[in-house]
């Protein structure tokens, strides 16, 4: 999450002050040491914002383009709705595996259950949130900015909000 906020603020401070191709540049020269880092240490397991990032500073730089850079949340949203599409077509439940993983969290059979049953639920939001990030790439650098760095925290901390009230609700415990 400070990963977006740090590259959305790069990317607007940087084209403030420098044409898109330079900022590319140098998002490149940044973020490609840190792919081959992530790729000889982790392997495949965390290169992909790293390889992002790579991807999107070298397009930009030769293609002198702002909307490349707009378009890594894009493809970053479309990750996640395809990893939450995936749980909800193919019956592969990921959420209660994951949140058993918080650190001093205790986690009832009820809940993890309830969880478990949550897939489609975030399977919308992430859909939500995919078609804003589209309709925010054609928008001003500005509206662009404050969709990527704090709209998106918005609209999902409300979605868990109201998964957390309809639990509670329910009686989940």
Do not use: C
Not at 14 to 28: C, D, I, K, S, Y
Not at 70 to 91: G, R
Not at 100 to 106: A, E, F, G, S, Y
């Amino acid at each position: 999450m400070l990963l977006t906020l740090l590259y959305v603020l790069f990317i607007v401070v940087g084209l403030r002050f420098f044409e898109p191709h330079v900022v590319g540049m140098a998002l490149f020269a940044l973020a490609a040491p840190w792919t081959l880092y992530e790729l000889i240490k982790n392997r495949f397991k965390h290169v992909l914002v790293p390889l992002a990032a790579t991807a999107a500073g070298f397009l930009v730089w030769f293609l002198d383009s702002v909307l490349v850079f707009k378009i890594v949340p894009v493809l970053i949203t479309s990750l996640f709705f395809a990893k939450f599409a995936e749980a909800v077509i193919f019956k592969r439940p990921f959420l209660a595996t994951m949140v058993q993983k918080t650190p001093k969290m205790v986690w009832s059979e009820e809940k993890l259950a309830f969880i478990e049953r949550s897939h489609s639920y975030w399977l919308a939001v992430t859909g939500i949130n995919l078609l804003l990030q589209i309709a925010v790439l054609f928008a001003s650098m500005k509206i662009w900015a404050l969709y990527t760095t704090v709209g998106w925290y918005l609209l999902f901390g409300g979605a868990l909000a109201l998964q957390i009230l309809y639990g509670k609700v329910r009686g989940v415990k």
